[in-house]
């Protein structure tokens, strides 16, 4: 067989997966507005988990609420984690692990709406840094206009 561990066990320091089939963070539009887990999204991992991976990555989770797009799961609070927990246990009930990405969009958001855009600022050079720039000036973020 080609790919011989594939389907082999493999231990990441705490965290033990009964085998390297990963699948990917992918976007669902399953999320509800606000960024909260719904039923349809874990019945759509757990439909996975069951289905033999090792690893479901859950998609882009914001950080960061001003630059959450409504549509994106969100963890920047701590009124997400029971939707997380409940999300975490059902993958775990089916046999899989949980991963989710964490994302954070920062300026990058406010692409192509003039108002956001500011021309003294390296606007797309990092997300992060350029938004902490403009908070300092002032700047309440544009993510908003996404929710
Ligand atoms: C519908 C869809 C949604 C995706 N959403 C995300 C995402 O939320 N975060 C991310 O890092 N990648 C996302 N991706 C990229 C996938 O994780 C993956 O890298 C891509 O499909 C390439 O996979 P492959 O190398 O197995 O072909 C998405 C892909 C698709 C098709």
Redo the contacts with the bound molecule.
């Keep these: 067989m080609k790919y011989q561990n594939l389907f082999k066990p493999i231990k990441i320091r705490d965290l033990e997966l009964k085998n390297r089939v990963v699948f990917?963070?992918?976007?669902?539009n399953l999320i509800a507005d606000g960024g909260y887990v719904t039923d349809k999204l874990i019945d759509y991992h757990v439909a996975r988990a069951e289905g033999g991976n090792g690893l479901n990555?859950t998609?882009?989770a914001s950080v960061h609420a001003p630059s959450a797009p409504r549509n994106f799961l969100n963890i920047s609070d701590d009124k997400f984690v029971p939707g997380l927990k409940k999300f975490t246990d059902a993958i775990h009930a089916a046999g899989g692990k949980a991963c989710i990405?964490l994302?954070q969009g920062g300026i990058v958001v406010a692409g192509g709406r003039p108002e956001c855009n500011d021309h003294s600022t390296q606007r797309y050079a990092s997300g992060g840094a350029c938004y902490s720039r403009r908070v300092q000036r002032g700047y309440k973020g544009c993510g908003q206009g996404f929710r």
Excluded at 24 to 28: K, L, N, R, W, Y
Aim: zero cysteines; a negative charge.
């Design positions: 990917p963070a992918m976007a669902t990555i998609e882009a990405q994302w």
